[in-house]
């Protein structure tokens, strides 16, 4: 099971709550969660999943939530990105492949800033 976290903060834009909601409104059953992308195929975005199409283990570490939707990352992306906040936003574009925003002219997108704490 994944572990928290305590350093890094995360917060979503209006745009990206607005997208978060409308997803919600057409899959209504499953629960969502959110999952950093490392990069490779569909860059470094957020990947927004229904719970059971992308299985969270032990090598994932709980960023928080964003609209009620659990956020995780790859614990090894974790180690590196710590003292890094991120800021969830959507914007105009195609999800990534797997990706619940796919389809919808709209994707998510990750901005950050890196902290010295």
């Known amino acids: 099971m994944a572990r ?40 470094s975005a957020p990947m927004l999943f229904a719970e059971g199409d992308y299985r969270i283990g032990d090598s994932d570490v709980k960023i928080g939530e964003i609209g009620g939707v659990p956020f995780y990352m790859n614990a090894d992306q974790y180690e590196r990105w710590k003292h890094t906040d991120l800021l969830i936003d959507a914007g105009a574009g195609r999800g990534g492949t797997f990706s619940l925003d796919n389809g919808t002219g709209r994707r998510f997108l990750t901005r950050s800033d890196v902290c010295i704490r």
């Open 4 to 43: 928290e976290q305590d350093e890094m903060k995360l917060d979503a834009t209006e745009a990206a709550l607005d997208l978060l909601r409308d997803i919600q409104s057409v899959h209504h059953g499953p629960r969502l969660l959110f999952h950093q992308s490392g990069g490779c195929c569909d860059g």
